[in-house]
């Protein structure tokens, strides 16, 4: 399965939380936990550890609206 097929299907799940409070997507939020799980995250801390270090990278495939998004 090419790259751009899986990311893809992180856009089709309904997103559940409040409009209002949402600052980015899900499927973005979603495809930082796979890169992170990739990486070698094993759980919630050391994904949003490995997110921290790595948000310069990730930012040039998934612009963030703030530094912190799914890493704070």
Not at 15 to 40: E, F, H, S
Request: net charge positive; proline share 8%; hydrophobic share 45%.
């Amino acid at each position: 399965m090419a790259l751009a097929t899986l990311l893809d299907q992180f856009s089709a799940p309904a997103d559940p939380r409040q409009p209002g409070k949402v600052l980015d997507p899900l499927p973005k939020i979603m495809r930082v936990a796979l890169c992170t799980a990739l990486a070698g995250a094993e759980d919630f801390m050391e994904a949003r550890l490995c997110g921290r270090g790595k948000l310069a990278y990730l930012r040039r495939m998934l612009p963030f609206r703030r530094a912190s998004v799914c890493v704070t």
